[in-house]
Every structure is written in C-alpha cells, then in structure tokens.
C-alpha cells in the first residue's frame, strides 16, 4: 500500500522512466524524418516534360543536367555575378534566344536532380535560330536551322573565367540567389547552395585545365563548334601533344531538317553524314551529338531524345518568305540540274541523285581541310567503345578524306556556307574565291533578298584592321578567312558553276529561294 509520502516518488520514476525513454527515441525520430526528408528532397529525378514536341525541342531535357547540369539558381545567379564576363547583358549576349515569359532561353532544360532543380543545353541551343525577313520586321524563331548567333566557344569561356574569379563563392552568389529567389530555407542557404557551388566550381575549374588548348585558338564567332576536339577530350587524348593540324576543326551548326529522307540514298545505302560524312547512322550521329549537351551513357535520357528524333524525322523548313522571280528561278532550275543536282540531289524536297550522301574527296572539293583533318583515326576507333555493353553500342564512326555532299533544303537559313561558314552568300559561292569577301559580319538575323544569306553589317574600314579587332557582339562578329580554319577557298571551278555569266548565277541563286 502506498503511502501519501512515497506516490511524488513514484511518479518521479515514472516521469523518468518516460523522459528516458524519449531520450532513447529521439535521436531514431529525427533520423527518421531526416531520412523521409532526404528520400523525399534528394532521391527524385525528375525532367520538365512538354507534351508539345515543338517546345519538348526547345526546352526538353536530354538527360545531360544528371552529371553536368548547373544548379538553376547558380545560373541566374551568375551574369549579374560575373557580369565581366560577358560581352553585353545577360545569356542574350552570347546568342542565346528567349521567348516572352520564359526564365529559360530556348536550348536550355531544367530537371530535378540530386535535390536541385539543374539546367543545361539540349540539342535547340545548336538548332535554332532568328530570322528578320524585312528590315522593320520583328525576329521571329525558326526550329531546326542551325544556331547562327550562338556563340558556343563565349559561352564555355564564361563559365570557365567566372569559376576562376573571386565572386565565384558562396559569399557572392548565395545573397544573389536570395534576392532572385524572394528567399532561402536554412537548408539551401547553409547547407545545399553553399555544397553546390564549391561543387561546381571544382568542376569548371577542371573542364578549364582539360580544355586549355582551345585558349590559343582565334575566337570561333557565333555559329560554330568544334565537336571532335571536345570529343578527344572525352576520351583523355594528350590535345596538347597533338598535331597542330588535329586541334583546329571548328565548322557550322547544320541544319537538321527532314532527316527520314536523309536515310536513304539511290543507291539504297545510308547517307554519309556530318560534314565529312563519318558516320551512316542518324540514331549514332544523334547520341553523339547528345555528349554535348552533357550526356554520358549511364545519364543519356534516350526516351526524350528519341521523341526529338522522331519528330525531327518529317520536319521540313520554312518557304522563302519573300517573294521570287518565277521566270528568273525557271531558268535558275536548268542550270541548278545540270552544275547541282548530281551533288545535292533533284530539288529541295527531293534528295535524288547519284552523289548526294557521298564524301567527295578534299582533293576534288578543295575546301578547308582543318575540319577533315581534325577527326582522325584515333578517335573514331575510341568512339567504337561508346555504349560498350547496351545494344546501341557505335559501329559506324570511320575517317573519311572529304566531304559529304550534303542535301540542300532550307538552303536560304543555311547561311555563311561552306562546312566552317567562311562564304557569307549563295551568290558569293557562286564567285571564284579570290573574289569572295575576305572578312564578313556573321550572326546578323537580317535576310538578304538579293544574294542569299544573311545581311553584314561589317565596316570596311573593320575588316581591314589588324586582327584582334573587337569581335564580341554576336551580330557584328568579324570573320577573318585569312585565319587558319576559316578558309573560303574551293568548291570552284567549271563543275562548281563558278565559271558562269553573272545572269546565270543570278538565276540559280532565285531558284535556290525555292528550297
């Protein structure tokens, strides 16, 4: 029986009893919930889906923002951050495009990943671009031609320079997200963003050692990308060791229209494609294509890029949006079948021919040859180990010695021409090359009606300065064809239509209109 003096102390021991038993249970509940937490904040991988494949394009995720993406906050974070860096405001600057009411320029996917949302490029930061039919018009976006104001190589040196600069650091960028942002829980801004951003410096930083060699290259200008370079870093070659003529290799973004019909050619073969015909497999051509929107072969999301491709496989470019010589292009039609259609097949919907899809030896074609020069042996057998293990593993990658004659639809976006974009016009292509402009303005969305391409609006008095001028605006970009890679030579001569009355060149290039 209890006593009135021994019930405090029994429930005393009750009470700590009790409190000793949470004690013992507190640590496993807040593991617990650390853990749901966790599971709930860090495991999901998810990617913005478009049910449009017109804005999945645009805006659809590879899978490269698995192992490359860039923190989304980081990114807005980072051109008020390091505003130095670039060459105007902004990403605008380095050509990438946005859309009204889009945070993201079109080329640029997000995907929740490891707890953040990340973002990178995918395939329309190269495959799309704007275009002015008018002066007074507004510029209005065309998918799948290729990137012209897009400059890849600025936009890598961003990155690289912010990342070894002082504002680089969580002191910086975190109060820059929060004000971006209306705010952060003390989890991001103590924990995640300070861990993100040391992260992804670490990792610039390393990119910007492996790819020191392309520090001794001219700038490349908007529109172009050496991606077999990029490629020998993948695979750990020694770049800087070298042949100077295996390190230079910068051509244009093609355009990437109608790819069912570029299958197939007469003979009943494949089409040899890139620009020096080194792979037959579009499927092969396009997951390679991915490795530079971050991808690997554990992170390639071969789901989304094969919603991309089969839609890419009937797309077919816009019409010339102005209006055309219909008998000036009737006359341009027999000369464009009897110089062209061998080559570039029957007309701009029709592939036909005996050459279209075959390499035509450098000797012959006569144009650059740093492109050729710059995919080698070496890489093509490395390429061959690629998806070792899944059964899209590439066969198909081989050196070729030329270039591949190429269809032509669409040919009026395809502007500068040539593979490495050193010929500003279709009219100017039709001249010898001691007669085409030696210094240009690339990365202009303005049509020019007359010649074909897109209107420069290079000074004279600019294109005869010393080189090292300024080239930083991504319409106004001075290319120089006097600089190795960048020759305009070849692609000339009797069977090239070069040798025409000025009459005749003006009636195949208003044919090519209709392309």
């Not at 249970?25 to 494949?53: I, Q, S, T």
């Not at 110089?339 to 570039?344: E, G, Q, R, S, V």
Request: contains cysteine.
């Amino acid at each position: 029986m209890n006593t009135p003096e021994s019930v405090p102390t029994t429930h005393r021991l009750r009470l700590a009893r009790t409190l000793l038993r949470i004690l013992v249970l507190l640590p496993w509940l807040l593991l617990l919930l650390a853990g749901g937490y966790a599971l709930v904040r860090f495991v999901p991988d998810e990617p913005v889906v478009h049910a449009d494949p017109v804005e999945h394009f645009k805006y659809g995720s590879t899978g490269g923002e698995r192992a490359s993406g860039f923190p989304y906050w980081i990114w807005q974070a980072l051109p008020t951050v390091c505003a130095e860096h670039l060459p105007g405001p902004g990403y605008a600057s380095l050509g990438l495009i946005f859309e009204e009411g889009r945070d993201l320029p079109v080329g640029v996917s997000k995907r929740r990943h490891l707890g953040i949302d990340r973002v990178f490029l995918n395939c329309a930061a190269c495959h799309a671009g704007l275009v002015r039919d008018t002066p007074a018009a507004p510029a209005r976006l065309v998918v799948g031609m290729p990137a012209h104001r897009f400059d890849i190589l600025a936009f890598q040196r961003f990155f690289f320079e912010c990342a070894a600069g002082p504002t680089f650091s969580r002191e910086f960028i975190v109060p820059e997200i929060e004000r971006l942002s209306g705010g952060l829980g003390l989890v991001d801004r103590y924990l995640v963003y300070p861990v993100a951003i040391a992260l992804m410096r670490e990792r610039l930083l390393m990119l910007r050692a492996r790819f020191g060699f392309v520090s001794a290259q001219a700038p490349w200008g908007p529109g172009r990308v050496d991606t077999f370079n990029a490629a020998k870093v993948l695979f750990n070659f020694p770049v800087e060791r070298l042949p100077a003529r295996e390190r230079l290799g910068a051509a244009d973004f093609p355009s990437i229209w109608n790819q069912r019909k570029r299958m197939q050619r007469d003979d009943g073969e494949r089409m040899e494609l890139h620009w020096d015909g080194n792979n037959t497999h579009t499927e092969e051509r396009n997951k390679s294509a991915a490795f530079g929107t971050g991808t690997t072969p554990p992170t390639i999301d071969l789901a989304a890029i094969s919603r991309v491709e089969a839609w890419l496989l009937d797309l077919a470019p816009p019409a010339w949006p102005l209006p055309v010589d219909k008998t000036l292009a009737a006359r341009g039609a027999a000369l464009y079948a009897h110089y062209c259609a061998d080559c570039h097949g029957a007309s701009g919907s029709d592939f036909a021919g005996p050459k279209v899809g075959h390499v035509t030896p450098i000797a012959d074609i006569a144009t650059d040859p740093a492109r050729l020069d710059s995919y080698t042996r070496d890489l093509a057998v490395n390429q061959a180990t690629l998806y070792a293990g899944y059964p899209h593993r590439f066969r198909h990658f081989r050196k070729t010695w030329g270039y591949a004659n190429m269809p032509l639809d669409g040919i009026w976006l395809r502007a500068p021409y040539l593979h490495n974009g050193s010929v500003p016009t279709l009219r100017d292509l039709l001249e010898p090359a001691f007669a085409r402009p030696t210094c240009f303005a690339r990365g202009g969305t303005l049509i020019d009606a007359v010649r074909v391409g897109f209107a420069s609006a290079a000074d004279p008095a600019q294109c005869a300065a010393p080189t090292g001028r300024a080239q930083t605006a991504t319409d106004h970009f001075l290319f120089d064809t006097t600089l190795p890679g960048n020759g305009n030579s070849g692609h000339e001569g009797p069977a090239y239509g070069t040798d025409l009355p000025a009459a005749d060149k003006d009636a195949l290039v208003e044919y090519l209109k209709t392309f």
